[in-house]
């Protein structure tokens, strides 16, 4: 089985390479899936090959083993995500750069060989430092430590930030060293109706937020949405990306590459899917200037926001390119070109995440009656708006998507960060022949997920399943009804400047004094 030779590397661990008390060691982790050690061929370091009957493997659990006690025969269980530790007898090493070069025989991938580079480095001064346990950094004993010493450092008491309802150890992945919470206010808002493809009825809407008046708005806008019938909500396109950049040493040789991309998109797709069996590739888009060529290969990650998956996947994707096309003088697997966390032009023209649209009409009187506003001077003031945010340069013509995007995300655990990329909107409004309202929003980068990070953890899961997120194949869903209170918040907003209830609602709800 040929593994392409970036991937290789990456089971070296860098920052293992260390003057032990017995000699060198150094540490390679499995990064590729669950296999067996049957066979340690060789090691060199700087180009001195050591011998074997100097070095020993010891695995996580404190066995040891001798490299002729293993062969095929007699392998070592090495599953995905173990680690072994190689200890030598080798002389201390000077501070700086070493060489490392490994090789060994492995089932069912065969012999794997690589070299690589790590540093030796000076003691680090001694200082405050966090506790942990390398066994179980998620237990009572090493938390409760961690407070201790956050109080004796700080000079402080906590009450509230040290109490928590769950097990800590349901955070592994999502947090490193666990000391407590941030407990953010819950409100609810709602009934919210909805008209989408995968959203379809009245729902009750967790919003988590510490901005008083911002519940009561998505409210108002929710109640007048439902009096005209809801929201109709659509999903029109599905993407997540990573961009890796490729350097030449000319726009020729750019050009050229590019083309052989094109040419090559199935062998690049087959690699690149077999990282995930959810991530599915279907283009890569090239980009060129001067003498780098940017690619965005495109993905859909089934229910996970996907940004890890894709960069795996396009990571391997790119290890199989730099072995197979000749003349490539740099590459950076992120070229900034994706713009995680943050807003940008290409997103909102291209997507990232879901593009989802929400749109509703409004009827004249249910505006005037519940909202003391007419049609014409909400289109109006949305045309002035619009003149205001083209001078200011904003990445959305709307008032205030972010609100209930960061509210939502909190409340469900998505990757609050992304409300960077997602809070980006389109708004058009106009007036029908029938003079009622028609308001329709799109969301060209929403990035959301009901599956992975944050949205196992146990508060966070339970906002999930009270919008009947919880489960496969509800990623769109959720997408669904986040536009659809996106789109009532913009029309409670927009109704408050231009009746001038605004700043009298901040002052009846939003005041703290």
């Not at 593994?3 to 990456?10: A, D, V």
């Not at 090495?78 to 490994?102: D, N, S």
């Not at 402080?156 to 953010?184: C, M, R």
Request: hydrophobic share 40%; aromatic share 8%.
């Amino acid at each position: 089985m040929l593994i392409p030779s970036m991937l290789l590397k990456k089971l070296y661990t860098l920052g293992s390479l260390k003057n032990a008390e017995q000699g060198v060691q150094f540490a390679v982790k499995n990064r590729l899936s669950d296999a067996e050690l049957t066979g340690l061929k060789s090691i060199a370091v700087d180009g001195k090959a050591i011998a074997l009957g100097e070095v020993t493997l010891q695995l996580a659990d404190g066995k040891t083993f001798q490299p002729d006690q293993i062969s095929a025969a007699n392998p070592i269980a090495f599953p995905l995500r173990a680690t072994v530790l190689l200890k030598t007898r080798l002389a201390p090493l000077p501070v700086g750069m070493h060489e490392i070069e490994i090789a060994f025989e492995t089932k069912p991938f065969g012999k794997l060989q690589f070299k690589v580079e790590d540093t030796i480095s000076t003691e680090e001064p001694q200082g405050i430092r966090l506790p942990r346990d390398a066994n179980d950094d998620y237990g009572d004993a090493v938390i409760k430590q961690r407070q201790a010493l956050v109080e004796q450092v700080t000079n402080t008491k906590s009450e509230h930030v040290w109490k928590y309802s769950f097990d800590p150890h349901l955070t592994k992945g999502n947090i490193e060293n666990f000391t407590g919470v941030a407990q953010v206010p819950i409100g609810f808002a709602g009934p919210q109706r909805i008209n989408g493809e995968h959203a379809q009825g009245d729902f009750i809407v967790p919003m988590a937020t510490t901005e008083g008046t911002l519940v009561a708005s998505y409210n108002r806008g929710m109640k007048l949405m439902n009096l005209s019938g809801g929201v109709k909500v659509t999903v029109v396109a599905d993407a997540m990306q990573r961009a890796p950049v490729f350097v030449f040493k000319d726009a020729r040789a750019g050009r050229d590459f590019a083309k052989w991309v094109e040419d090559n998109f199935a062998i690049i797709k087959d690699e690149a899917e077999a990282t995930s069996s959810v991530a599915k590739l279907f283009n890569i888009d090239p980009y060129l200037a001067n003498k780098f060529v940017y690619l965005r290969f495109n993905y859909t990650t089934g229910d996970a926001a996907g940004q890890n998956m894709v960069g795996r996947a396009t990571f391997a994707a790119s290890s199989w390119i730099l072995d197979n096309y000749p003349g490539i003088e740099r590459f950076y697997l992120e070229s900034n070109f994706a713009t995680d966390k943050k807003a940008s032009q290409i997103n909102i023209m291209r997507t990232r995440g879901k593009r989802v649209t929400a749109e509703a009409t409004i009827p004249r009187d249910v505006l005037i009656q519940h909202m003391r506003v007419e049609p014409e001077s909400l289109a109006y003031h949305f045309g002035v708006a619009g003149i205001g945010g083209f001078l200011s340069g904003v990445n959305n013509n709307g008032l205030h998507s972010a609100n209930g995007i960061t509210a939502m995300f909190i409340a469900t655990g998505q990757d609050v960060a992304n409300v960077s990329e997602s809070s980006a909107g389109i708004m058009y409004v106009e007036l029908t022949p029938d003079r009622d309202l028609y308001m329709s929003l799109t969301i060209p980068s929403l990035i959301v997920a009901t599956h992975g990070g944050g949205t196992n953890l146990p508060t966070q899961h339970e906002c999930l399943e009270m919008l009947g997120c919880v489960g496969k194949g509800k990623v769109n869903r959720l997408a669904e009804i986040v536009a659809a209170v996106a789109l009532a918040g913009e029309i409670s907003l927009a109704a408050a400047i231009s009746s001038s209830d605004w700043v009298s609602s901040h002052e009846k709800y939003g005041r703290n004094r």
